[in-house]
């Protein structure tokens, strides 16, 4: 057994019905709280829920809610500059990936002086940062369960992540229940992410057991119950895997990282905006097809936690059954765009490749085949 590290310090409440717990948790570490919360909170009535639970819980709360779906360290910024003005000891995330990673960057750097990026490049070491509790109302970043936060720099257009363990959640509450009223674009895209997340985490260079158990574990319980809350949003049992799927698929992720798709999506979203889930998706099957002979164990594995009966292939017909077990799974659930659909140009290569390459290459290195320029023009170009 290879040797490694493992460790996860977020508190986790899982289960339906948690997310009427929020007050009682945020009073173990607070008294007055930041709610960074996505657009969606408000009609769902989950913002009203939060504030009425930290209420009765007798804490005080601001609210910041200038969401968007690749968010700017300029939003970041803001929101730090918010939570030190009203005194805030206390940071809350109730959202998608984008809110989550908000509360992240807004509690670190409401303690933190300068700008984000020196301390995501390295430039300036951090000590301190708020406590944070996050609170997804979707499924599929697991930002809840990680040390990771994302964000765009709109001088630059660089997307990158802040991975600083200052920036653990202190608690995290995955409630299936608040998934129930999602509509199927947010089902799918979200769904497909972890996916994302469990497949390229498990093929990571940087993989070790603890973190392939999570992986393969949120592949299976993913490939067996999105199908189903696409189909019925209402499903409550199928949401209960497909929310932990996305946890798991969250702290495998924080010990082994992510691969090429996610060092090709990242500059899409920091030049074009182009939704995350949906950029990795349409470069996964190229991706696939350049990357499965390089780790062909892994990928018949893949194979077999997609559903793909397996017993009588050899290790490499296995291993390539799961290029297509995953396209048509994206098929089936519509998240398999081309990147001319949104709105990606071979104009946009050079631009795209050249950040692959600087900000993104140890990501892209982390693959287990790693592309030379030329193929990483043929991906993007198969992608179209």
């Known amino acids: 057994m290879a040797d490694f590290i493992f460790n996860n310090p977020v508190k986790l409440h ?6 009427d717990q929020l007050g009682n948790v945020a009073q173990q570490y607070g008294k007055k709280a930041l709610l960074v919360v996505s657009d969606s909170t408000k009609p769902t009535g989950q913002l009203a829920r939060a504030q009425e639970a930290l209420t009765a819980a007798g804490m005080t709360y601001a609210v910041y809610d200038e969401f968007m ?6 939003l970041v910024e803001a929101g730090a500059s918010l939570a030190r003005q009203e005194n805030c000891d206390l940071v809350i995330g109730i959202g998608g990936g ?9 509690a670190f750097c409401a303690l933190n002086e300068g700008s984000i990026w020196d301390y995501v490049f390295g430039k ?8 944070i509790i996050l609170v997804p109302t979707t499924a599929g970043t697991g930002s809840e369960a990680n040390r990771t936060a994302v964000f765009t720099n ?36 979200p769904g497909a992410d972890v996916l994302f997340h469990a497949l390229e985490s498990y093929i990571s260079r940087n993989a070790h057991p603890f973190s392939e158990m999570l992986s393969l574990r949120a592949i299976t319980l993913l490939a067996k119950n999105l199908p189903r809350v696409y189909a019925d949003v209402t499903d409550l049992a199928a949401w209960e895997q497909v929310t932990f799927a996305s946890t798991l698929a969250g702290m495998a992720i924080d010990c082994a990282g992510t691969t090429l798709p996610h060092a ?19 470069v996964y099957p190229a991706f696939m097809e350049y990357t499965w002979s390089a ?20 290790t490499e017909e296995a291993a390539y059954s799961s290029v297509k077990a995953v396209t048509d799974f994206l098929k089936s659930v519509n998240m398999l765009p ?46 179209l």
């Open 98 to 106: 984008s809110a989550m990673d908000m509360a992240k960057g807004i």
């Open 154 to 189: 709109p001088e630059t257009h660089d997307k990158k992540g802040l991975v600083n363990p200052l920036i653990y959640p202190v608690a995290s509450i995955v409630d299936p229940e608040l998934m129930l009223t999602l509509p199927k674009r947010v089902i799918a895209g």
């Open 338 to 383: 081309s990147l001319t659909e949104l709105g990606v140009k071979e104009e946009h290569f050079d631009w795209i490749i050249n950040n692959v390459q600087t900000t993104m290459k140890v990501v892209m290195e982390n693959n287990p085949r790693v592309p030379d320029t030329q193929t990483l023009r043929d991906i993007l170009q198969r992608s």
């Open 69 to 74: 779906q690749n968010p700017l360290s300029t």
């Open 264 to 282: 090709l999506q990242h500059p899409m979203g920091g030049l074009l905006d182009v939704v995350h889930a949906e950029g990795i998706a349409a």
């Open 14 to 19: 899982v289960g339906p019905g948690k997310f």
């Open 124 to 131: 300036k070491q951090a000590q301190h940062a708020l406590p």
């Open 295 to 314: 780790a062909p164990e892994k990928f018949a594995a893949i194979a077999a936690a997609m559903g793909v009966d397996t017993r009588d292939m050899n």
